[in-house]
């Protein structure tokens, strides 16, 4: 099978031919249809996030249909349409996982970090954690969903549900789904972009953004959270600035930039700063759940698995719109 592999910090990913994987016990084969890039990628190819196995299939917005099943596989079949996300596995023991935060375990593996992703024509996944999909994500389009997606829901979940100005720092692959989420539960979406990036703003515009404006502009009306996307520490401090009292900043992304200090009248009044680390298999599950009430489309710019490394430094440069898909040859 083809894939596109990383083999060290500063060197662009290799296409390879490789041998198609094996699904080892509670594993699933699956021939992947797409695979969406993330951020977080970047920071695993950039060294951000120290610890990839080497070499890696990155890859972790996963679609794709499963082809075969190892032992003691019970929930998902052949041909089933799945998605596999970031969170691969966990081991249930640990007491993140006794206490139902999974998504902190001490022994957890990550698709297309520690464990191999999805820029391949096939990968195996552990069958538990992937989600099964109904057929109407059997496309490119969804495969945003698989992170972009369900970071964006998990942020958007730590916010007191009765918040109404809600701030998106960022406006890219996660908001750009969220907002219409946001939207629909008729909440009004202030959308920060870099300064004077009047393409994001635009795109912010058509999601239907209530207000719109660049990363050091003052929003018309106080916030009452804020969630960061964009990997820059600077926007902590500015969040805060544009935050009501009580109100909260929720950082979505793995990695940040530093914080600069800032001055406590800032955080005074209880505003929060939190961070949202990985999913839980429920996140998918609701978020997915959630998705039969609300039409949420994606917009994604395709390419070719072999032209990896042309739509990652598109991503790099903010040239993407939306969210940026590697679609597979499938030979
Ligand atoms: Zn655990
Ligand atoms: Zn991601």
């Known amino acids: 099978m083809q894939a596109m592999v990383f083999e060290g910090v500063g060197k662009p990913l290799a296409l390879k031919q490789l041998p198609i994987p094996a699904p080892g016990d509670d594993q699933v084969l699956i021939k992947i249809i797409a695979c969406g890039i993330c951020r977080t990628d970047l920071h695993v190819l950039d060294g951000e996030l120290t610890s990839p196995k080497l070499p890696l299939v990155p890859g972790h917005e996963i679609i794709g249909t499963v082809v075969s099943i190892g032992r003691n596989v019970q929930d998902i079949k052949g041909n089933d349409l799945v998605g596999v996300p970031w969170l691969g596995y966990t081991c249930g023991t640990c007491k993140y996982c006794r206490q139902g935060k999974e998504n902190l375990c001490e022994n957890a593996k990550f698709t297309g970090y520690t464990l191999d992703g999805g820029y391949a024509q096939y990968t195996v996944a552990f069958s538990k954690y992937c989600f099964k999909l109904t057929e109407q ?104 600035k544009d935050l009501d009292k009580g109100g909260e900043v929720i950082c979505g992304g793995i990695h940040m930039s530093p914080i600069p200090a800032f001055s406590y009248d800032l955080l005074w009044e209880e505003r929060v700063i939190r961070s949202v680390a990985n999913l839980t298999r429920d996140d998918g599950l609701n978020f997915f759940d959630l998705l039969k009430s609300i039409t949420v489309h994606t917009q994604t710019e395709l390419f070719p698995l072999s032209r990896a490394n042309e739509a990652i430094a598109k991503l790099r440069k903010g040239e993407i719109k939306g969210a940026a898909v590697l679609v597979m040859e499938q030979a």
């Open 137 to 240: 994500y059997h496309n490119a389009q969804s495969a945003p969903l698989l992170c972009a997606g369900l970071i964006g829901f998990r942020s958007y979940h730590m916010i007191n549900p009765k918040a109404t100005n809600i701030g998106m720092y960022g406006f890219g692959a996660a908001a750009h789904i969220l907002i219409q989420i946001a939207k629909a539960q008729n909440k009004k979406v202030f959308a920060f972009t870099r300064d004077n990036d009047s393409k994001s703003q635009s795109f912010a515009r058509e999601f239907g953004a209530y207000w719109v404006g660049g990363s050091s502009d003052t929003p018309s009306e106080k916030l009452e959270a804020a969630i960061i996307f964009a990997p820059a520490g600077e926007l902590i401090p500015k969040a805060l």
